[in-house]
């Protein structure tokens, strides 16, 4: 039975929302996240972390919480990435850490129940149907009428606070101008045996890439379309899946999702209300990296909120992050065009040591 007014409300229960109120919570916090979708639910995402992400969460759980999340949800450690022209293989890179699968839909369960654990309120199956800004209200889509002192919205690329707040200012909303279509499936590991490591597949999706990841039992494909990049994204993946060889590929679930993919520039804080993770647009390109950007978000949230000016100091605790994705969007925006992508599709296969070290001082590299 949830309470007619909290102090913090969060909207979503992704890893931005979910570190929020772990955050929230080990300040003493009254604090409610609701979550339109069931408890452990399916996300898509491929789950890679760099260990950068593994070191962020010991030192927001602690080391026993944070052995804890690693038995529930941590996959494999995959020893090396691969770089293709297509299906031509350019480049292996054995980064010294290696690279770190995560299984979503357990991680997210397990964080989520760790912040109850803390004494954090959760509503699930129930997302926020409407909010009225000047009352400080939402309505939740089963009804109930929750008051709230601050919020906190984590919900996603596609974030519908900040469609409600355009709409309500008379702003049009383009949202999908700033997002990224992906598609992914995931196959059963024995249907190919072959596959392993992480795979980055260039020249199939303009401007951005495909990808095949091995997990403990399966195998993770899935490909990027940006918003300006027009193609037909179901016939690339039916080509894609057969020439990796899937039997039979048009019987595979394929499922599709939005991606921010606009450097970081949305804003963080809008009238009041701190946006955190995808809803923020905090995703790294041309990786698509977003895990590590959502848990440190949530936790700056966390952060600026236990003191005051919350607007300003969040907006200087992400800097870093949003400089890491300017930065990141310069390299994309590189691939981007013809020259300098056919000069790195040439070249990539002669560098090995420096684009592993590429990997380890840059996607690997703690930011903050
Ligand atoms: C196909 C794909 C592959 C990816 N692979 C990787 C990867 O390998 N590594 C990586 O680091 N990142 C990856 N990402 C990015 C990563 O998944 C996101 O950046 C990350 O999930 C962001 O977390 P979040 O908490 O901000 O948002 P989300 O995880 O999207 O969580 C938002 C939550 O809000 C809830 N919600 C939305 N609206 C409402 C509402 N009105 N009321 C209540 N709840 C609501 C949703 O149900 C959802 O649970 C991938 C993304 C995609 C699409």
Not at 20 to 43: F, M, N, T, Y
Not at 85 to 106: A, E, M, S, Y
Not at 210 to 228: D, E, N, Y
Request: with cysteine; net charge positive; aromatic share 8%.
């Amino acid at each position: 039975m949830i309470k007619a007014e909290y102090d913090y409300l969060i909207i979503g229960g992704g890893p931005g929302g979910a570190a929020a109120g772990i955050g929230l919570r080990q300040q003493g916090k009254d604090c409610l996240i609701v979550e339109r979708a069931a408890l452990g639910r399916s996300k898509l995402c491929a789950g890679l972390v760099p260990q950068k992400t593994l070191r962020l969460l010991k030192k927001m759980l602690g080391d026993d919480a944070y052995a804890e999340c690693m038995e529930a949800a941590l996959l494999s450690q995959q020893p090396m990435f691969r770089i293709y022209d297509r299906h031509k293989c350019l480049l292996t890179g054995t980064p010294r850490d290696g690279i770190w699968t995560l299984d979503r839909p357990r991680f997210d369960r397990w964080m989520l129940q760790h912040y109850v654990q803390l004494g954090g309120e959760l509503v699930t199956s129930n997302g926020v149907q409407s909010i009225d800004f000047q009352n400080n209200t939402v309505i939740l889509q089963q009804g109930e009428t929750v008051r709230y002192k601050q919020l906190i919205a984590a919900d996603g690329a596609n974030s519908r606070t900040a469609h409600q707040l355009d709409e309500q200012r008379g702003r049009r909303s383009h949202r999908k101008a700033i997002n990224g279509f992906c598609l992914e499936a995931n196959i059963p590991a024995k249907r190919l045996p072959n596959a392993t490591g992480a795979n980055l597949h260039f020249g199939i999706a303009p401007s951005s890439y495909a990808w095949s990841f091995r997990k403990a039992h399966t195998v993770c494909l899935g490909m990027i379309q940006l918003p300006s990049k027009h193609f037909d994204i179901q016939k690339a993946m039916l080509d894609f899946m057969t020439a990796l060889g899937v039997e039979s590929p048009e019987t595979v679930e394929v499922r599709g999702a939005m991606l921010p993919y606009d450097g970081g520039r949305r804003q963080l804080c809008r009238d009041g209300i701190l946006f955190v993770g995808d809803a923020a647009g905090l995703v790294e390109f041309p990786t698509g990296e977003g895990i590590y950007y959502a848990l440190q978000s949530g936790c700056f949230a966390a952060e600026a909120l236990s003191g005051d000016n919350a607007d300003q100091r969040y907006a200087t605790l992400c800097q870093p992050l949003c400089d890491q994705i300017h930065k990141s969007m310069r390299y994309q925006h590189t691939l981007e065009q013809r020259i300098p992508y056919s000069l790195f599709i040439g070249q990539v296969g002669k560098i090995v040591g420096p684009v592993t070290r590429f990997y380890e001082n840059n996607i690997d590299a703690d930011i903050v």
